[in-house]
């Protein structure tokens, strides 16, 4: 919507958010664009919240063929082969998304999301990639820090039932309410690289050890040059290997990061539809407050497992230098 | 389709949710995400209970509903649309068709239901950013009535008529003063001041201002109101020196006073129907204020109040005496925001937008998508724990607007059952009462079904039955038993007095209770209004406990509050039970009723799950409209 005020019928279908965050900030909601790659259950999930909220567009990125597994935790697809055939996930996906709320441009990118220019992202306000290796996380981080304006950049990755959110708002300035005051805040982000770049033992104390796993998972898939989620428990004995090696360079105990938890990691090749949902939710949450400029946002990364129903928020963040 | 969710997930698992039988009470908000999510977790047999039709404000989360459902049954149209995506499962929507009165008990009574036939429960409520889930798990856990719910916000009467100090006590004042004078039953009780002192005849002063006089047009009706509510009365307070010795004095405002020599309703036409198609009745159309959220000055307000009351008696004079306001009635909503702002006006307080006083009076609580499919997702988990008897994990979870010890998601050990539960340990209460002025009736009606929340009772005194509910009964049973209502109850055929045990039965909840009675002369009318104290009884939390203080009126998730069971509060009603005969009924025959018929080979009740969700629960509207 392209004028100063919200419509009528914006006013009364977005009555009961708009009583949350208020007139303005669902404004800015409605002018804002976001890109997103890699439509399984969780980034399903993710979707069907910004679309309630009323983004003003949401561009879908994922040419993948539609297969039994995919639509495992997909609400959006039936399950029907004369509807899904020869059709990619985004196409799919698209055509339901647009239901929710007529008010959402929703649309296909079609193209390798690592092929995508610096032009082409910088149309966007944020940015959010899923089942993607970690070099094209880098560098799609790289391209959304490159451009004056600032892109908000978010991974998601669900395996197993538990999963990871992380959260670069580069450099973030907002206001909000304290005592009736209204304060500024400003948060210094890292990027995806800085963060994982940082050594192990200079992590927060007790870190999440499922930050842990998935680092050693990701560098796994990353020397073997797999397709992002494309393991089995067959690689076990090989990831365990690596687990020593990093533990070595990093001074960290093995024990820090489980058996049991690479193993739910490496063998599970679908989500678990509650943590979909809440992996889905925090997130969608977290877009919108970085798009409304409304609420304290997540620094900088979030882990969920079912396992023992903690949603835990830690900062991996490098530290500024003095001086 | 067979997949596994977890390389941890053990065949058990998956043959528990397969085995399953699952209700769910309520497909709104939570509803549809947990609908959703039960369906995407290979859960075959759903029941989902929701009285409630849909509405736009419903469709900004609940995803399931599109603008074309509106007016729609809201568990029928979950139903259809969850199935396009998982055809094969079993889903059964109940849409009851009346409302139920007394549906503010709806979670106590699912609770008792639960508790009677010792199926678990797994209860939830979000409001904004904050939501929770709990396990309920009779003699494991605490039951959702073992912890005190915090008591629904009421003000003094005297507050309310006399001396506003917050925006709220306006809009109270408009809603269920004045305009429920104007437009509902005129013989309703009502503490609005009436009579006009005219100094010329003694006799016009027994006369009802508010009925109007043949020959007066609807424009004079309207400003005679006016005058008279927000002039004359202000003037009579005034007159009472005491009041305002340390409050701020109001003053009185007279439409001559806001209009100076203009007309009040120079307002154009109405009638700007084309195509046939009736007007849209507002005053805010009519005089052209486009902006809910703008903030109208006094003479707007009253242009506003006089617009809306001439519109109410023009256009919809038939249901003048019958209305009772509604948030989703447009006209009302302007009327009450107009009326609230300028008593506002008058005592100093801060005016508001027709947004937000909507809000207020509807007490409409704010609502995201996000955090209910939080919440979803965690019932879930919750649920399948549940199946499999993991009691050792069962958790209470908290869903945070800020972390707490770097937590988002928060899960806490499930408490043990309160010893002192009147529910769920049947212990005994205390009530204290005037035997010889209180009938039966009354505690009837304020203790056994407005505070213990049974809606088919029986009550004995020893062997005496004093008095039942039931299809069944004889007629000379039933004008017994409504002989015996209006009694006192010194006088009943088996006198109660001080020191007399009753017992109190709801045989469909399964729920039984001891009532000590003690005798009392005195109550304070301001302070205990009912004319009786009940304790042992789940009191209120502490921002209630003194009626007199102004409670913070605003319901909102204030950031503060962390990590605290949640009560919500609601703009939708809940029904749980279809149809309620009271029928004396056994445990199977409820069973049979609200869980359907089940297969002797189905696995026993201890694997069914119910699922109480509601976004937000309603208990402060209803009680106050009591």
Known sequence: MDGEELTEHETALYDRQIRVWGADAQRRLSKSHILVSGLKGTVIEFCKNIVLAGVGSVTLSDDRVVTEELLAANFLIPHDENVYAGKSLAELCCHSLKDFNPMVRVSVQKGDLSSFSVDFIEKFDAVVVSCCSLSTKKLVNEKCRKVSKRIAFYTVDCRDSCGEIFVDLQNYVYSKKEDAEMIECRLEYSSFEEAIAIPWRSLPRRVSKLYLAMRVIERFEELESRNPGDTSIADLPNVQKLRKELCEAHSLSESLIPDTLLERLLASTTEFPPVCAIIGGVLGQEVIKAISGKGDPLKNFFFFDSMDGKGIIEDISKVKAEG | ?626
């Open chain 2, 1 to 626: 389709m067979h997949f596994s969710f977890s390389v941890m997930a053990s065949e058990q698992q998956l043959s528990a949710i397969k085995g399953s039988k699952v209700l769910m009470v309520g497909a709104g908000g939570i509803g549809c995400e947990l609908l959703k999510t039960l369906a995407l977790s290979g859960f075959p047999d759903i029941h989902i209970i929701d009285m409630d039709t849909i509405e736009v404000s419903n469709l900004n989360r609940q995803f399931l509903f599109r603008q074309s459902h509106v007016g729609q049954s809201k568990a029928k149209v979950a139903r259809d649309a969850v199935l396009k995506f998982r055809p094969d499962i079993n889903i059964t929507p109940y849409h009851a068709n009346v409302k139920d009165p007394d549906f503010n008990t709806a979670r106590r009574h699912v609770n008792r239901l639960c508790l009677a036939a010792g199926v678990p429960l797994v209860e939830s409520g979000t409001t904004g950013f904050l939501g929770q889930v709990t396990v309920h798990v009779k003699g494991r856990t605490e039951c959702y009535e073992c912890q005190p719910k915090p008591a629904p916000k009421t003000y003094p009467v005297c507050t309310i008529t006399s001396t506003p100090s917050k925006f709220v006590h306006c809009v109270v004042w408009a809603k269920d003063l004045l305009f429920a004078k104007l437009f509902g039953d005129r013989n309703q009780e009502n503490d609005l001041n009436v009579h006009s002192k005219d100094g010329s005849s003694s006799s016009k002063q027994a006369e009802d201002v508010f009925e109007r006089q043949k020959e007066e047009n609807i424009e004079q009706y309207g400003k005679r109101i006016y005058d008279h509510v927000f002039g004359y009365n202000i003037e009579l307070a005034l007159s009472n020196e005491e009041t305002w010795r340390n409050r701020n004095k109001p003053r009185p405002i007279y439409v001559k006073d806001v209009f100076s020599s203009e007309l009040a309703s120079q307002n154009g036409n109405l009638d700007k129907s084309s195509n046939g198609d009736p007007p849209s009745l507002s005053a805010m159309a009519s005089l052209g204020l486009k902006n809910p959220q703008d903030l109208w000055t006094l003479k707007e307000n009253s242009k506003v109040f006089l617009e809306a009351l001439k519109l109410f008696f023009s256009k919809r004079e038939k249901e003048i005496g019958n209305l009772s306001f509604d948030k989703d009635d447009q006209l009302a909503v302007e009327f009450v925001t107009a009326a609230a702002n300028i008593r506002a006006s008058s005592f100093g307080i801060p005016l508001h937008s027709l947004f937000e006083a909507k809000g207020i009076a509807g007490n409409i609580v704010h609502a995201v998508a996000t955090t209910n499919a939080v919440i979803a997702g965690l019932i879930v988990i919750e649920a399948i724990k549940v199946l499999q008897h993991d009691i050792k994990n069962y958790r209470m979870t908290y869903c945070l607007e800020h972390p707490s010890r770097k937590m988002l998601l928060m899960p806490v050990e499930p408490f043990e059952p309160n010893k002192s539960c009147y529910v769920c340990s049947e212990t005994p209460l205390d009530l204290e009462i005037n035997t010889h002025c209180s009938k039966l009736r009354d505690v009837v009606d304020k203790i056994v079904k407005a505070k213990l929340g049974m809606n088919f009772p029986l009550i004995m005194h020893g062997s005496a039955l004093l008095y039942e509910v039931g299809d069944d009964l004889e007629e000379d049973e039933v004008a017994n038993y409504a002989a015996n209502l209006e009694k006192v109850l010194s006088e009943l055929p088996s006198p109660v007095t001080g020191g007399t045990i009753l017992t109190v039965e709801d045989l469909q909840q399964e729920l039984k209770c001891s009532i000590n009675i003690k005798h009392r002369e005195e109550f304070d009318e301001e302070k205990e209004p009912d004319g009786m104290i009940l304790s042992g009884w789940t009191q209120p939390r502490a921002a209630e406990k003194n009626g007199k203080t102004a409670v913070d009126s605003e319901v909102s998730t204030s950031s503060a509050s962390e990590a605290v069971p949640l009560e919500t509060e609601d703009d939708d009603d809940l029904q749980i039970i279809p149809t309620i005969t009271g029928k004396k009924r056994k445990l199977s025959d409820i069973s049979n009723e609200t869980k359907n018929k089940r297969k002797a080979e189905e696995l026993d009740s201890k694997n069914d799950v119910v699922m109480l969700d509601d976004e937000n629960s309603d208990m402060s509207k209803k009680k106050r409209e009591q």
